[in-house]
């Protein structure tokens, strides 16, 4: 990927007493697609509005292409947002909505207008430039959104939650079209959300946040197969999380049994946390085929699997399997090495809390 | 949907929830309405079509049979002298309305601006003169600015020149702007704190400075709340006789002063019907060219659904 675009050091905003964003490092490379990802209160939009220019840093420096972004206004940012709730001008139709930013760096008319309808065809309005803004739908108000702020051509667009008020399949339509619309027009994004599906789906790099603290900074495939700690394993997707022991490098012991698994440079007989996603888990009908044994308590059909809850002894276990195993049937359970993720203990009263939220 | 005029909004809503449950309810509840019909009747309109009749007659004002048709009182507006006391009264209420205007406007962006914690402190600052009495007022008014009030004497004890200006035209422009500030301010208020602050944030994003975001998003958002201020503003300065009668003395009549004194001192009241009935007509063909202005910017605005 291109060359650092934005930078962001020990970066700090403190809302009456409480740090809402935490010295946090962060580097955006040109053409990169970030999720800025986590719960909500994580500071995350915080952050996004930081970068536009809307919240004043209490600490820390905003790097853009290499020049200190803090105290330059946000209509001197060559950065554009797309707001939560699209923040449409009511008073305007679509061209004029549009054409806002145009308008004011005072643009030849035949320039404006000939930009407004590229961006139209982009969003796939086309026709749509008389229209009344409140007379839209939900996505095609979005899409004027980001169409506004696309046509002033920024180095870096930032979005709010776009999709945040759309339905479902509406937003998973919407998901594909950022995404090829970000390919074409070749600029950064810095997208925020607390769907993590979206996140996975969307992203070049996902920030998963939480309580003003950046948690992990990695690809899709990063955050869901090897998450750094606790939260991000339970925020990202299903989990199985599991406390254990590090007997020795590669041998992980849970519940009593050693298993082999890919992860070393633990103490010896340090305890950890290991992830392990439901649909890593396989079921054998012999119990002594298995590693861990256990009966199923539970089974819920989800489209594409079942999804089955099996007790063990000690714990419950979420697995996720195409064939169906009857509730009450004994069955052994069995995990590559490779699909579980060992991870350090953090600090167990703030994952406890975190846990009982 | 959200965004539109939210007054307008509600007292859609209202209407249409209001409709739906005619049927059943309000069968009963129409009882309730006629005392204030009746009231209607008799107190208001009546008196118009009383004061419609004398301004079309002449004759013994106290026998309605004995009352002929005649168009005296119409023609004795046009003569050049009450001619020139009617359009005195439109220009010093349309100087009063543009003063208010722009000395309203920003008081109503600072209260709007504000912490919402604190606005009402500031609202209260602004409403606590209208629990004391007009009239109360107005006389204040007058013991700061008569010859020997308080200006005055101030003006003599930092050795500066007296001022004469009560009685006369700016006395009065000053006790008009001063009695009708707040009925500016309110309207504005309330359509400015409604504003969503994330278009303001919009306009910036785009690169809208300041002044760009006022001229682009805030004054245009605000024109219904200004065409209720001018509205409320203007009516009642085009037709007072208080403040004239008060701080501007004898030198400058206004309508309002001219219709008191036909039916107080002169006894002519049907010289004074007619007065009334072309004052009341030009106050509703301003009112229709305001509603024009404010129809027109919510088509540019395009919710003329």
Known sequence: MGKVLIELKQLTKIYNGVKAVDSINLTIKENEFVTLLGPSGCGKTTTLRMIGGFEEPDEGEILFEGQLLNPVPPYKRNINTVFQRYALFPHMNVFENIAFGLKIKKMPSDVIASSVSRMLKLVDLEGFEKRNVDSLSGGQQQRVAIARALVNQPKVLLLDEPLGALDLKLRKEMQIELLDMQRRVGITFIYVTHDQEEALTMSDTIVVMNKGVIQQIGTPQDIYNEPINRFVADFIGESNIIEAIMREDYKVEIDGVVLDCTDKGFAKDEPVDVVIRPEDIRIVTNPEEGMLQGTVTSVVFKGVHYEMLIESDRREFLVHRTMMFPVGSRVGMNVQPFDIQVMKRGNISEEEESEHE | ?305
């Not at chain 2, 308080?150 to 930092?158: G, M, V």
């Open chain 2, 1 to 305: 949907m959200k965004k539109k005029n939210p007054s307008m909004n509600s007292s859609a809503s209202d209407h249409h929830h209001y409709k739906k449950h005619a049927p059943t309810s309000t069968r009963y509840l129409r009882v309730l309405g006629y005392p204030y019909v009746i009231w209607m009747v008799i107190f208001i309109i009546v008196p118009l079509l009383l004061v419609l009749i004398y301004s079309f007659t002449k004759g013994d004002i106290h026998n309605l049979f004995s009352l002929e048709f005649s168009a005296d009182g119409y023609l004795r507006v046009l003569e050049p002298m009450y001619l020139k006391v009617i359009m005195n009264s439109f220009w010093l209420a349309l100087i009063s309305t543009f003063f208010c205007l722009i000395l309203g406007y920003p008081v109503a962006m600072i209260i709007a601006n504000t912490n919402p914690k604190y606005r009402s402190i500031l609202l209260t600052f602004l409403l606590v003169p209208m629990w004391m009495n007009f009239l109360l007022r107005t006389y204040a008014w007058m013991s700061i600015l008569s010859p020997n009030g308080i200006l005055n004497r101030f003006l003599e004890w930092i050795g500066l020149p007296r001022l004469e200006i009560m009685p006369g035209q700016t006395a009065v422009l000053l006790g008009m702007i001063y009695n009708f500030l707040p009925f500016m301010i309110l309207p504005i208020y309330t359509v400015l704190s409604k504003i969503d602050k994330n278009l303001l944030e919009a306009s910036s994003d785009l690169g809208g400075n300041k002044f760009v975001t006022f001229i682009k998003v805030i004054f245009p958002l605000s024109i219904p709340g200004v065409v209720s201020g001018i509205t409320m503003v203007f009516m009642p300065a085009v037709s007072t006789f208080v403040i004239s009668g008060l701080l501007g003395g004898d030198k400058t009549p206004l309508i309002g002063d001219l219709i008191e004194q036909q039916f107080m001192t002169n006894r002519n009241w049907h010289f004074g019907s007619s007065l009334s009935i072309i004052l009341m007509v030009m106050i509703l063909i301003s009112m229709a060219i305001m509603s024009r202005i404010e129809r027109n910017n919510d088509r540019e605005e395009g919710r003329t659904s």
